[in-house]
């Protein structure tokens, strides 16, 4: 039976989400933490191909942006902290919602408690560093927290069956061009979760299935769904927040990038400073005058620089080289 969650006072929440788009599921689960104040909330969710950086980092540095942008896949940022990870529909993402029991961030709880589903299902995972869970020392979930007054919002991901080789290739980042103060991704070897099961499923959806009927063995459990008043105003916040330039790289801290390479066969260096996404200071060698005077004072935008860049024919391709 589908309940709305203002009917439950107090009890184990499943909240349906069917959709892939990663803005607006980021702000799905905004809306939902902001909003929903009372008993324990579940979410389970897939994303279209995207990387998904923490808010305290630094998305130049974390992501390969270029190819990003060439393969389509979406950049977001989200509202805890932690590393970069990539989501598609071969990987799971789970979101937990309840009273905290501390000030501070506690994994344990909400580690244990995905330990223990994944054990029931036979699949042989353990826990590694604090937000990691493994099987046999690789990793197949990562996870984040946030605290807001008495709530605490628990997220991780569950590599099924995701593209690895498009995960390596994107979050990767361009680290070494970079001098930044933005928390960095602490990279692991990873591995698919179907790779360790006895009886592998074939789609993404049956293993997410099975995940929530484990966890709602024993629970006191209600499923609703959201008004369409409530979904307007999650379409609103994927629309202003999370698909805007501002609040996915303009909340980058502060950095200085040095590169050098060949364009055309001829050897060059850059050197610009940013901040807030927006270069303020740049150079290149050799020099090039008037690109200097064109480029400061502009957003870190691929399309942008792009079309900045069409006024210098000879340097149409020099964005890829500044990402």
């Not at 509202?79 to 937990?96: A, R």
């Not at 990691?132 to 020392?137: A, K, L, Y």
């Not at 602490?186 to 074939?202: A, C, Q, R």
Request: proline share 4%; charged share 25%.
């Amino acid at each position: 039976m589908e309940i709305r969650i203002r009917e439950i006072e107090s009890s184990m929440i499943y909240i349906a989400n069917n959709s892939h788009d990663p803005y607006y599921n980021q702000a799905f689960e905004e809306y939902i933490y902001e909003n929903y104040k009372e008993g324990t909330i579940v979410l389970l969710w897939r994303n279209n191909p995207a990387v998904v950086c923490g808010c305290h980092q630094n998305i130049f540095a974390e992501v390969n942006v270029i190819k990003a942008h060439a393969q389509g896949v979406s950049i977001v940022r989200r509202i805890t902290g932690g590393g970069t990870v990539f989501h598609d529909l071969g990987n799971l993402n789970y979101t937990i919602i309840s009273d905290k029991d501390s000030k501070m961030l506690d994994y344990t709880k909400y580690m244990d408690f995905m330990i223990n589903i994944l054990r029931k299902l036979a699949i042989p995972v353990s826990l590694n560093r604090t937000s990691d869970i493994v099987i046999d020392g690789l990793k197949i979930s990562g996870s984040a927290q946030k605290i807001t007054k008495n709530r605490v919002l628990h997220h991780g991901t569950l590599l099924y069956n995701s593209d690895l080789k498009t995960l390596s290739s994107l979050t990767k980042g361009q680290r070494s061009y970079y001098e930044t103060k933005g928390i960095p991704s602490v990279p692991w070897p990873v591995t698919n979760i179907i790779d360790h099961m006895e009886s592998p499923l074939v789609k993404t959806q049956e293993f997410g299935e099975m995940i929530l009927e484990a966890v709602k063995q024993g629970s006191n459990w209600e499923t609703m769904v959201l008004s369409p008043e409530e979904d307007d105003q999650i379409k609103r916040l994927a629309e202003e927040k999370y698909k805007s330039w501002e609040w996915t790289y303009g909340n980058s801290p502060a950095f200085t990038y040095n590169r050098s390479f060949e364009l055309e066969g001829i050897p060059m260096s850059v050197s610009y400073q940013a901040k807030h996404g927006i270069i303020t200071q740049f150079s290149i060698d050799p020099n090039e005058p008037d690109l200097e005077e064109a480029l400061c004072g502009k957003k870190l935008s691929v399309h942008d620089i792009r079309q900045k860049l069409l006024s210098f024919p000879k340097l149409s391709n020099l964005y890829k080289y500044l990402f």
